[in-house]
Each structure stands twice: as C-alpha cells, then as structure tokens.
C-alpha cells in the first residue's frame, strides 16, 4: 500500500520538470523566429 502512494509522488516529480522544459520551450521558440524573419523577408512574404 505504501508503494501507491510513492508511484503518485514519483509522477508528481517528473510533472515539475516538464513545466519548466516547457517553460524554457517557449523561450527559445520566439528567438528562432524572429531570426528566421529577419533572414529571408522575401521567403517570409513568398510564403504568406
């Protein structure tokens, strides 16, 4: 029974890392971006 309620803390662990991966994608996602933008404008035009 005391392994029950180890399993949750353990999934409860891995679900704090992943907030802060995605966190830390959000971050990177927004630098790429504008970079690519600021690269090709006649690409970002074409394709839109």
């Known amino acids: 029974m ?3 309620p180890l ?3 353990t ?3 891995p679900s704090k890392p992943v ?3 995605r966190v830390n994608s959000p ?3 927004p630098s790429p971006a504008p970079a690519a933008t ?4 006649g690409r970002v035009d074409t394709h839109a």
């Open 27 to 29: 971050t990177p996602a």
């Open 11 to 13: 999934v409860a662990a």
């Open 2 to 4: 005391a392994i029950s």
């Open 38 to 41: 600021t690269t090709p404008p």
């Open 19 to 21: 907030n802060t991966a």
């Open 7 to 9: 399993s949750s803390t």
